[in-house]
């Protein structure tokens, strides 16, 4: 019905850069939010950035800086700009989505997960 296919995790070294990117498809009637979390080894998942489809942000304190969220709202698809990576972003990255159904259902989904890992 709905799906979220995420892009762009790797391996980088600290002060490196990524991009992230995560396109929602399928049987979408509007979408509320968009954003993208996080769980680091041994640690709980936790929230990086969301961004609502009137342009509302939200950061995590830690990503302030040097995370930018953006979208493509006719594509339904956000972007996760990381710069200045630190070893401690390392983790596994997860889109996430707010949204309803076409067949009336407000859902919250979930993207498999992309890795991203930040050498010293």
């Known amino acids: 019905q709905v799906q979220l296919v995420e892009s762009g995790g790797g391996l980088v070294q600290a002060g490196g850069s990524l991009r992230l990117s995560c396109a929602a498809s399928g049987r979408i009637f509007s979408i509320n939010a968009m954003g993208w979390y996080r769980r680091a080894p041994g640690k709980q998942r936790e929230l990086v950035a969301t961004?609502?489809?009137?342009?509302?942000?939200n950061y995590a304190d830690s990503v302030k800086g040097r995370f930018t969220l953006s979208r493509d709202n006719a594509k339904n698809t956000v972007y996760l700009q990381m710069n200045s990576l630190k070893p401690e972003d390392t983790a596994v990255y997860y889109c996430?989505?707010?949204?309803?159904?076409?067949?009336?259902?407000?859902?919250?989904?979930w993207g498999k997960g992309t890795l991203v890992t930040v050498s010293s």
């Open positions: 961004i609502t489809t009137s342009g509302s942000t």
């Open positions: 996430n989505a707010d949204l309803w159904s076409v067949v009336g259902q407000g859902m919250n989904y």
